[in-house]
């Protein structure tokens, strides 16, 4: 079986907010989109600890680091610029043929 190609409304330097999970309620920054897995992973969120073995060709020591881990991007949502809540996404198509994303909830602009 062929696979497509996903496509994700929420993308890098996005503002969520996590409506599901362990970390429910915080918001904050996407660091890293993978549309093919449906993942996301967040500044701040889904902390995880990692063992790490040092290794010292790269200058950089072992130990148990703390670090974001992917979350389903089905547990987030963006925040709507306009009042700060959470949103869906709608798309409109511009003139030109190019799709610009609105916050459902309030008909902002999501585009920087």
């Known amino acids: 079986m062929i ?19 362990r970390d429910k309620g915080n918001r ?16 701040g969120a889904n902390i995880i600890k990692r063992h790490q073995r040092a ?12 670090k974001e881990a992917y979350i389903n991007i089905s547990n987030v949502q963006l925040v709507d610029p306009d009042s700060g809540k959470p949103t869906r996404v709608k798309y409109e198509v511009q003139g030109d043929g190019s799709k610009l994303r609105i916050a459902a909830r309030s008909g902002q602009s999501l585009e920087k």
């Open 3 to 21: 696979k497509g190609t996903k496509r994700a409304k929420i993308k890098k330097n996005d503002q969520v907010v996590i409506i599901a999970g």
């Open 28 to 43: 904050g920054r996407v660091l890293e989109v993978l549309p093919s897995k449906g993942k996301v992973k967040i500044e």
């Open 55 to 66: 290794n010292p060709s790269s200058n950089q020591g072992g130990g148990i680091i703390d």
